[in-house]
């Protein structure tokens, strides 16, 4: 194995060796590595793939934080096709929540949950997603 660098604050850093011990892990580097494959799994869902999904993506962030409002116009603008709808809305006394309605397959989904969450600065990343068809048939 490759030994490896990587900075993160302090305060994860603490949570990371907390979870280790409570679970059973032999240290932090085997909950990275979970971590990690987790991510990089997250879309490998065949019930989804090949299929027309709907997807909402909520983003949170401090009002203040004026560079989060800038590109998630941008990801707006770059994924017209893929952008069903988006609302920004106040919540609180000051946060932004910026909500995604898209329509896609699930791999412009991944990319872009990933964007999003690559964002600096954001609060919250939540997303759903739910074939088209699925739905269609529990109206029925
Ligand atoms: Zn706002």
Same mark, same amino acid.
């Given at each position: 194995?490759?030994?490896?660098?990587?900075?993160?604050?302090?305060?994860?850093?603490?949570?990371?060796?907390?979870? $280790?011990?409570?679970?059973?892990?032999?240290?932090?580097?085997?909950?990275?590595?979970?971590?990690?494959?987790? *991510? *990089?799994?997250?879309?490998?869902? $065949?019930?989804?793939?090949?299929?027309?999904?709907?997807?909402?993506?909520?983003?949170?962030?401090?009002?203040?934080? /004026?560079?989060?409002?800038?590109?998630?116009?941008? *990801?707006?603008?770059?994924?017209?096709?893929?952008v069903?709808s988006?609302?920004?809305?106040h !919540?609180?006394?000051?946060?932004?929540?910026?909500?995604f309605?898209?329509?896609?397959?699930?791999?412009?989904?991944?990319?872009? !949950?990933?964007?999003?969450? $690559?964002?600096?600065? /954001?609060l919250?990343?939540?997303?759903?997603?739910?074939? !088209?068809?699925?739905? $269609?048939?529990?109206?029925?």
């Amino acid at each position: 194995m490759t030994v490896v660098s990587v900075s993160m604050p302090e305060s994860l850093l603490e949570r990371i060796d907390g979870f $280790a011990d409570d679970h059973g892990y032999t240290g932090r580097s085997e909950v990275i590595r979970e971590a990690a494959r987790n *991510l *990089l799994g997250e879309f490998e869902d $065949a019930r989804l793939e090949d299929r027309e999904l709907m997807s909402i993506v909520t983003v949170l962030f401090d009002y203040e934080t /004026t560079s989060v409002e800038e590109r998630m116009m941008h *990801l707006r603008h770059e994924q017209e096709d893929l952008v069903a709808s988006n609302f920004h809305s106040h !919540v609180g006394d000051h946060y932004c929540m910026e909500v995604f309605i898209l329509d896609g397959d699930l791999e412009d989904i991944s990319t872009f !949950v990933g964007k999003v969450r $690559a964002t600096q600065d /954001t609060l919250s990343v939540d997303y759903s997603v739910l074939p !088209v068809e699925d739905f $269609a048939q529990s109206l029925a």
